[in-house]
Each structure stands twice: as structure tokens, then as C-alpha cells.
Nanobody, 123 residues
Framework: QVQLVESGGGLVQAGGSLSVSCAAS????????MGWFRQAPGKEREFAAA????????TYADSMKGRFTISRDNAKNTVYLQMNSLKPEDTAVYYC????????????????WGQGTQVTVSS
């Protein structure tokens, strides 16, 4: 079965950087688009970034554009999210997900999800 395992979350000070990773198994990773979402306490899950199956196309939520960078390594079945200039409002659980659609920016367009990794930004 498809498994997505996020890692790399943690505590960072405002203005700092953090990178999270998502290792995929149980699917032909290089054939699927990948996305990152986040969910803060009491809020809905929101789109952060997505990358096409070749890695040639990326798209970001406006609030993350210029600060976050999504990338992938198809040889390692892994997608990454590099987060710079972090703000306290970036505090959330970050999830990776698989989609056959492009560009996919809504939760309903994704078929498989990881369990999430906590990112906490202190002020």
C-alpha cells in the first residue's frame, strides 16, 4: 500500500530555516505530482506547495511564495520542503500528499496522505 512518511519537523526561532522531507513507498513515485499542506490548531488544512512528477513545475500558496521551496528526488522517492524566514504563523503540522492532477491545490485533489510532522516557530 502507499505510505508517505514525513520527517524533519521541529522547533525553530522566527527568522530561521527548516527543511522537512517526505519519503514515499508503494507507488511509482516518479509518475505522481506531490504536494505539501499544513494545518494549524483550530484551522483547516491549507495548501502550501506542489511539484509536478518531473519536478519541472512548482506552485506555491501566496503566503509562502519566496520563502518556501519544494523539490523532489525521484531516485530517492522523496519530496522536500525548504522553509526560510519562518514566522510564528507558520507553526502547524505539515503533511505531504500524492495527486494525479496538476495543479492540485485543494485537499480533495489528493489521494494519499502522510501522518504529518510538527513545525513550531517561536517568536
Amino acid at each position: 500500500q502507499v505510505q508517505l512518511v514525513e520527517s524533519g519537523g521541529g522547533l525553530v526561532q522566527a527568522g530561521g530555516s527548516l527543511s522537512v522531507s517526505c519519503a514515499a513507498s508503494g507507488l511509482t513515485f516518479s509518475s505522481y505530482n506531490m504536494g505539501w499542506f499544513r494545518q494549524a490548531p483550530g484551522k483547516e488544512r491549507e495548501f502550501a506547495a506542489a511539484i509536478s512528477w518531473t519536478g519541472s513545475l512548482t506552485t506555491y500558496a501566496d503566503s509562502m511564495k519566496g520563502r518556501f521551496t519544494i523539490s523532489r528526488d525521484n531516485a530517492k522517492n522523496t519530496v522536500y520542503l525548504q522553509m526560510n524566514s519562518l514566522k510564528p504563523e507558520d507553526t502547524a503540522v505539515y503533511y505531504c500528499a500524492v495527486s494525479g492532477k496538476w495543479p492540485a491545490k485543494s485537499v480533495t485533489e489528493y489521494d494519499y496522505w502522510g501522518q504529518g510532522t510538527q513545525v513550531t516557530v517561536s517568536s
